[in-house]
């Protein structure tokens, strides 16, 4: 689905981008074409964006991400009111703004990946085919179908992400936040490859796969909270 040109409230007067936000821009334009070159979106059907203070820079609608420039920097407040650039925003900024109002996010990815686009028309819940589930809070939901750039869609999606960095849309595709950019990218991709995964073990010809307990889940999210490298310069 080709992303059509949304609502969004009246930009009020024009104002300058700021540094930071022209470090943020540049780093969500090199995300969001990301997304297109490792196939998880196809043309414009995903949407990038990130928060920076009180506004939220996001993709424009119906722009291919190797098109955009510094100077298409396209940013709107917590209201959806647009405050930078010109070109209309996402017609899925309800979902962004929503998981902004609601969580302390600083990064949105939506793509429409094909693996995990299959498994929201088949199931209710990613079954726990593996342990990384456990970095996205547990079992993955799928969001209840409803159409696009709707408040209908981001009240679902705000459902299914109860506890959650990353949940599937009915339907539609995927949805992951994060701290920082990266995290948000990171999850998505992680959710893709969980929903390959099960794709593909279910698909054998008698046989079931072995799936993980709840339980087994949640020892793995309290191992990985402290997971990675640390800052003391002993390493302990």
């Not at 104002?15 to 998880?40: F, I, N, Q, S």
């Not at 414009?44 to 920097?73: A, I, K």
């Not at 925003?89 to 429409?112: D, F």
């Not at 307990?213 to 020892?219: D, K």
Request: net charge negative.
């Amino acid at each position: 689905m080709t992303e059509r040109r949304g609502d969004v409230r009246e930009a009020g007067d024009a104002r300058d981008v700021g540094e930071e936000e022209a470090r943020a821009w540049a780093e969500l334009v090199g995300t969001a074409r990301r997304t297109v070159a490792d196939g998880l979106v196809v043309g414009t059907s995903g949407n990038v964006s990130v928060r920076v203070g009180e506004t939220v820079l996001v993709t424009p609608s119906g722009v291919p991400y190797d098109r955009l420039t510094p100077d298409d920097v396209t940013g709107v407040d917590l209201t959806g009111r647009q405050v930078l650039g010109s070109l209309v925003p996402t017609s899925e900024l309800p979902m962004h703004l929503a998981v902004y109002r609601t969580t302390g996010a600083c990064a949105v990815v939506h793509t429409h990946a094909v693996h995990a686009t299959a498994v929201s028309t088949l199931v209710e819940e990613l079954p726990l085919i593996h342990y990384m589930a456990a970095a996205l809070g547990g079992p993955v939901r799928v969001a209840r179908y409803a159409a696009y750039g709707t408040d209908e869609l981001a009240e679902n999606m705000l459902r299914a992400l109860d506890g959650r960095t990353g949940c599937l849309l009915q339907n539609h595709g995927t949805v992951t936040h994060g701290a920082t950019l990266a995290q948000a990218y990171d999850r998505t991709a992680q959710l893709e490859w969980m929903c390959r995964l099960w794709l593909t073990a279910s698909s054998v010809p008698g046989l079931s796969p072995h799936l993980l307990t709840p339980q087994q889940v949640t020892e793995v999210g309290e191992r990985l909270r402290g997971y990675g490298q640390r800052s003391s310069p002993s390493g302990v």
